[in-house]
């Protein structure tokens, strides 16, 4: 039996926490909003429900989109990579596609504040939890919510990121440039903390919560390490994550603010398409694994798909099929992939091979699927490092960790930078750009410590 921690959006009711709910001074259009929840109306213990509400509503935005407005970090750092193609007319995502990103790119800027406005509205969530229920599991869900806000942040953008924080009385206590390095460590004193609330917890209630968010922060702690080359301690971090455990990002068809954004602009607007062997470097995604699930045939038709921009052969991703389909975060096929690098760091590519194979065995369960290959041994044309990589592709594939890999891929296992992005003629015309990195954008520019850091750097 699989474990899920579900998590309910209440509604419309996403809380502003960093943002002023008013946005003009002319009091002729000021009215009476019934689905948002004043600041001044948080602070008091009875708001926990609505406070938690927010961290859930801030993360599952910045991480897929919604269903109108935009997409998440799930398209945008994938987009970067080889995990989509742009079949959209916004340059904004072509020049993503293209590898050359303009640090004035609007789509870039809103991935950017959507995964800081996560962060803090977790880290205000924190605050409230501290103020008026310590010890709780959710104050520990809070703390853990923060950590991959960061994550996310330090996988897909280029070393240098200021993380600043708005205080109560409106002022910002501007951030100073972190390394990535330094974002791995900010990231895990989020999921020590959550651990350090988990273990003095004592409310009845928590019981069965407290492993479930035990073993979602110890993914997170795994992630971070494997990100920082620590390949030995992330195997200890993730040993005692649990085969079935699938913590998921919920969404829903309710309203707009709670579609599932992947199924929105793949599904329903063809603005994403899946690639195969994009730019020589691309892996093969329309080679038939069921961990894969694409079509590009009109059943009414029965001709080829056709992208947004009226002119690209359009390929649909089918693995979240519908706009209330939910989206794993943290996994156990994860965890065992991490334990898979931790054995090849360790010399021991039997035990990897044995790791790698209980993961798509993880995976084949968590999608219903079979997958009629047992892995034991690594193909032929390929070292054990690039087909474990080709198997997080798979296993992991849209859940916003592709940008992440091929940075690992030349930071911690040498590659050239160009035999691991898309590379040659890009095909809506010019050539692929350098970046291996989200570049931060220009807005930044407000924070006196703004430096630009280099998106051609992993």
């Given amino acids: 039996m699989r474990s899920y921690l579900m998590k309910v959006l209440a509604g419309a009711t996403t809380v502003g926490l960093a ?45 897929a989109g919604d269903g109108g407005d935009d997409e998440g970090i799930i398209q945008f750092g994938g987009l970067l990579g080889d995990e989509w193609h742009s079949s959209d007319t916004f340059p904004t995502r072509n020049e993503v596609d293209q590898r050359q990103t303009n640090n004035s790119n609007a789509n870039n800027d809103t991935q950017f504040r959507r995964l800081h406005r996560a962060r803090n509205t977790a880290e205000f969530a924190v605050g409230q939890y501290q103020k008026f229920q310590p010890n709780a599991a959710l104050e520990a869900e809070a703390f ?139 892996l093969p995604y329309h080679n038939g694994d069921p961990r894969l699930p694409i079509d590009s045939i009109d059943p009414t038709t029965h001709k080829q798909y056709v992208g947004f921009d009226r002119s690209t052969a359009y390929f649909q991703q089918d693995k979240y099929p519908s706009p209330g389909s939910a989206i794993p975060l943290a996994t156990d096929m994860e965890a065992r992939l991490i334990e898979a690098e931790a054995a090849i760091a360790a010399g021991s590519p039997a035990t990897a091979l044995v790791k790698i194979q209980k993961a798509r065995e993880d995976a084949a369960a968590e999608m219903n699927i079979k997958l009629d290959t047992v892995v034991t041994a690594v193909p032929v044309g390929m070292t054990l490092v690039q087909f474990l990589f080709q198997e997080r592709a798979y296993d992991l594939w849209l859940t916003g960790h592709r940008l992440g890999d091929l940075r690992r891929l030349i930071r911690q296992y040498g590659f050239a930078a160009n035999s691991v992005f898309p590379t040659g003629p890009y095909p809506k015309g010019g050539v692929y750009g350098n970046e291996v990195a989200l570049p931060i954008p220009i807005s930044e520019l407000g924070n006196p410590n703004y430096k630009a850091c280099d998106a051609t750097q992993p």
Avoid: M
């Avoid at 008013?22 to 909003?33: P, Q, S």
């Fill in 144 to 282: 853990i919510y923060a950590g991959y806000a960061i994550l996310e942040l330090g996988e897909n953008y280029c070393s240098g990121i200021e993380f600043s924080q708005e205080n109560a009385d409106g002022t910002i206590n501007y951030g100073l440039p972190l390394t990535t390095a330094q974002v791995w460590g900010l990231a895990h004193t989020k999921f020590d903390s959550a651990l350090a609330v988990l273990a003095k917890d004592t409310i009845g209630a928590d019981v069965t919560q407290i492993p479930i968010e035990k073993s979602f922060a110890a993914v997170g702690i795994g992630r971070l390490l494997v990100d920082s080359g620590a390949y030995a301690a992330a195997a200890t971090a993730v040993a005692a994550v649990p085969d079935g455990f699938v913590f998921l990002e919920n969404y829903s068809a309710a309203i707009t603010r709670t579609n599932n954004g992947v199924f929105e602009f793949t599904d329903n607007e063809r603005r994403y398409s899946i690639p195969n062997e994009e730019g020589v470097n691309g």
């Fill in 19 to 63: 943002a002023a709910l008013i946005a003009c001074d002319n009091r002729t259009l000021r009215v009476t909003a019934p689905d948002q929840v004043q600041p001044n109306a948080l602070n008091n213990a009875t708001a926990l429900p609505t406070v938690t509400a927010a961290v859930y509503a801030d993360f599952s935005y910045s991480y």
